[in-house]
């Protein structure tokens, strides 16, 4: 539920339920990424601007970055 750097910083993604992701979402979450970078990163900076501090590959992904207890 999260690559190494994740659990570093305790931090895992999951869906707006709290549950893990599934395997497409996560495959759309990963492809996405380069419309996060390709938009100069405004993609990444939309996480000051969302509700839920989502970037644009967690949007369009239906991901949420939350902190693992």
Do not use: N, W
Not at 16 to 23: A, H, L, Y
Not at 30 to 56: E, I, K, N, P, W
């Amino acid at each position: 539920q999260g690559t190494l750097g994740k659990r570093l910083v305790k931090v895992v993604v999951c869906d707006c339920d709290g549950e893990p992701i599934k395997k497409k979402a996560a495959f759309i979450r990963l492809l996405a990424r380069v419309l996060s970078v390709f938009t100069l990163g405004v993609g990444y900076l939309m996480v000051f601007f969302t509700d839920r501090h989502q970037t644009l590959h967690d949007k369009l992904s239906g991901a949420i970055v939350v902190l693992d207890d």
